[in-house]
T-cell receptor
Framework: GAVVSQHPSWVICKSGTSVKIECRSLDFQATTMFWYRQFPKQSLMLMATSNEGSKATYEQGVEKDKFLINHASLTLSTLTVTSAHPEDSSFYIC?????????????FGEGSRLTVL | RKEVEQDPGPFNVPEGATVAFNCTYSNSASQSFFWYRQDCRKEPKLLMSVYSSGNEDGRFTAQLNRASQYISLLIRDSKLSDSATYLCVVLNYGGSQGNLIFGKGTKLSVKP
């Protein structure tokens, strides 16, 4: 199947700092990528839809100024958690849809576990 | 009522057992349905799609009941490697959550 790579896998930072997470589609072009957040024992919650060349679409309750998304190319989307606080500690996962795959199949990155001290 | 509901488990079963997971969804207009598998601290991966006529893939059988808005996954002859969390996923065209809505998952633990 299609491959989506996410980096870094783990990050620990101090409260107030910013953290950037990269998501790359390695063998296909993704005009749309999705950013999810998953708290322990919870379902994946869509944070925003990243659109290549245009502004991201944020879900209700997600602060766009705090979670900056940039989708500058067809293979790269970045999520920056600005001024991170302990409550932002979570598992962040990106995904993309390969047009060649079955409808509804999303390919996920490996996820980035953020711990804010 | 949540859009996709699953029994969180955990289901603790011995190797070789048959285990069934259930899932209900609230949007009667939902179009497509899937089961994803998520290993601990890993990303979700598509296990199988769910078709109205029911479908089977080896030891896995998925069924859909649109009238009851109910989806099931049956695993026969459980293996240790089946231990994971199984996510019920619903695709709503035009929905707000990027079209795919994930359940919280049902945790399965297969013991020797």
């Amino acid at each position: 199947g299609a491959v989506v790579s996410q980096h870094p896998s783990w990050v620990i930072c101090k409260s107030g700092t910013s953290v950037k997470i990269e998501c790359r589609s390695l063998d296909f072009q993704a005009t749309t990528m999705f950013w999810y957040r998953q708290f322990p024992k919870q379902s994946l919650m869509l944070m925003a839809t990243s659109n290549e060349g245009s502004k991201a679409t944020y879900e209700q309750g997600v602060e766009k100024d705090k979670f900056l998304i940039n989708h500058a190319s067809l293979t790269l989307s970045t999520l920056t958690v600005t001024s991170a606080h302990p409550e932002d500690s979570s598992f962040y996962i990106c995904s993309a849809r390969d047009g060649r795959a079955v409808a509804g199949e999303l390919f996920f990155g490996e996820g980035s576990r953020l711990t804010v001290l | 009522r949540k859009e996709v509901e699953q029994d969180p488990g955990p289901f603790n079963v011995p190797e070789g057992a048959t285990v069934a997971f259930n899932c209900t969804y609230s949007n009667s207009a939902s179009q497509s349905f899937f089961w994803y598998r998520q290993d601990c601290r890993k990303e979700p991966k598509l296990l199988m799609s769910v078709y109205s006529s029911g479908n089977e893939d080896g030891r896995f059988t998925a069924q859909l009941n649109r009238a009851s808005q109910y989806i099931s996954l049956l695993i026969r002859d459980s293996k240790l490697s089946d231990s994971a969390t199984y996510l019920c996923v619903v695709l709503n065209y035009g929905g707000s959550q990027g079209n795919l809505i994930f359940g919280k998952g049902t945790k399965l633990s297969v013991k020797p």
